[in-house]
C-alpha cells in the first residue's frame, strides 16, 4: 500500500526503519563516549545539538512547515505533529563530528563554522533523495499546486529550501557555541553547562529569521527564491572554508589522532543510504539523479580520504639555510 499517492514507492522493508534507528543510537552513544572523555564542554556541545536538533524539527512538523515524518519506534511528541528521537541523534552527530575535524584542523571561529555547515550539507545530499522515497520524511508537494512533481521538484523531490535550513542550522549553532565558550565567566564549569541552551536559543531565533523574515522579504522585494540562496551560501560558505584553512594558525595536523567518530559518522550516513538506492529501486528512477548521488558519495570520500589517510595534508618540513 502506497501511503502518498502520487509517490509510486510502497514502504521499505520492516527491518529499515528499525535499523535506522539503531544504527544512529549506537554512533550517538559512540560519541557521548567520545564526549565523556574529552570534557564537560564536549557532553554539553554534543547534548546541545540533540536538543537543537528536536526542538527544530518539532517547531516545523507543529507548525506545518511542509513536512512530517513517518513513524519510528521512538517518537517525541503527540501525532500527527510527532517526530522521531533518532532524527535528533543525527543532527547532534553530524554537528558533533563536523567540529572535530575543524577543531582538528585549528580554522578561525567563523571559517569553522562555514566548514562544518558545508560538510553536514554534504551528508544531508546522501541522505534526502533516498530517505524520501523511504517515507522517513515527505515534503507536501501535493499541496503546492498542479505544477509541482513530488520525484521531480527541485532537487529530485527534495525542496532547495532543506538544503540552505541544513546550512543554516550547523553555521548558526557552530557559531554561537564557540562564540559563547570564549566567555570568561566567573565559574567557568557551570557557564559551560548553560552555553548550549542559550546557543539553542539564539541559533532557533537567527533559524526563524533566516527561514522566514529575511527569506520572506527576500522572495518579495527581489524575488531571490530559496535556490538563490541556497547558491550565495554554498558559494560564501566555500570561500570562507578555503581562506580559513589556508590562513589557519596550526599549518600542521596529525591526522591519526582524529577519533574514529569523526570518519565512522559521514561514512555511515554516505554508504547506508547509497545502498538504499539500489536496494529500494530508486537507482532506475533518474539518471541524473543517480549520477548525482555517486559524485556527492565520492566528494564525500576524497574530503575524508584527505583527513584520515592522506599523510601529504601535512606540509613537508622547511629546508635548512646554508
Given at each position: ?5 502520487a509517490m509510486?514507492y510502497?514502504y ?19 560519541c ?9 564542554g ?6 546541545g ?9 518539532y517547531?516545523n ?8 515524518y513517518?513513524?519510528f519506534w ?8 510527532n517526530i522521531?528521537?533518532c532524527?535528533?541523534?543525527?543532527w ?5 563530528t563536523?567540529?572535530l575535524?575543524?577543531d ?5 571561529l567563523?571559517?569553522?563554522a562555514?566548514?562544518?555547515a558545508?560538510?553536514a550539507?554534504?551528508?544531508d ?9 523511504l ?5 507536501d ?7 509541482y ?8 523531490g527534495?525542496?532547495y ?6 546550512l543554516c ?7 554561537f ?5 570564549k566567555?570568561?565567566?566567573?565559574r567557568?564549569?557551570?557557564?559551560r553547562?548553560?552555553t548550549?541552551?542559550?546557543?539553542i536559543?539564539i541559533?532557533q ?7 522566514f ?6 522572495r ?6 530559496s535556490a538563490?540562496r541556497l547558491?550565495a551560501l554554498?558559494v560564501?560558505f ?22 574514529a ?7 555511515w550516513?554516505?554508504?547506508?543510504f547509497?545502498?538504499?538506492?539500489f ?8 539518471t541524473?539523479m543517480?549520477?548525482?548521488?555517486v ?5 564525500g570520500?576524497?574530503i575524508h580520504?584527505a ?5 601529504a ?5 622547511a629546508?635548512?639555510?646554508q
Open positions: 500500500m502506497r501511503p502518498y499517492p509510486p510502497e521499505p522493508v520492516g527491518i529499515c526503519y528499525p535499523l535506522t534507528e539503531c544504527c544512529m543510537f549506537l554512533l550517538f552513544l559512540l557521548c563516549i567520545h564526549a565523556y572523555k574529552k570534557g564537560i564536549n557532553i554539553m556541545y554534543l547534548l545539538g540533540l536538543g537543537f536538533g528536536l526542538l527544530l524539527e517547531v512538523v507543529a507548525t506545518n512547515a511542509g513536512y512530517k513517518g513513524q521512538v517518537m517525541l511528541g503527540i501525532a500527527p505533529h522521531p528521537v532524527i535528533g541523534t543525527g547532534a552527530i553530524i554537528i558533533y563536523s567540529r575535524v575543524t582538528a584542523l585549528g580554522m578561525s567563523w571559517t569553522a562555514a566548514l562544518d558545508l560538510l550539507v554534504n551528508i545530499l546522501s541522505m534526502d533523495v533516498v530517505a524520501y522515497r517515507h522517513m520524511w515527505h515534503w508537494w501535493e499541496s503546492r499546486g498542479p505544477q512533481n513530488v520525484l521531480t521538484s527541485q532537487w529530485f527534495v525542496p529550501g532543506n538544503f540552505y535550513g541544513w542550522v550547523v553555521f548558526f549553532y557552530s557559531s557555541a564557540r562564540l559563547l565558550e566567555v570568561k565567566a566567573v567557568a564549569k557551570i557557564w553547562i548553560f548550549p541552551i542559550l546557543s536559543l541559533s531565533a537567527a533559524l526563524w529569521l533566516s527561514l523574515t529575511i527569506a520572506d522579504f527576500l518579495l522585494t527581489f524575488g531571490i527564491t538563490h547558491v554554498l560564501l566555500s570561500i570562507m572554508s578555503v581562506w580559513g584553512y589556508v590562513k589557519r594558525k596550526n599549518k600542521t595536523i596529525d591526522h591519526t589522532t582524529l577519533p567518530v569523526t570518519w565512522l559518522v559521514p561514512v550516513f554516505h554508504l547506508y547509497f545502498c538504499w538506492l536496494i529500494g529501486g530508486f537507482s532506475t528512477e533518474n541524473r543517480t549520477v548525482f548521488a559524485i556527492n558519495l565520492l566528494v570520500a576524497l580520504w583527513l584520515f589517510i592522506k599523510p595534508i601535512t606540509p613537508l618540513p629546508v635548512a639555510k
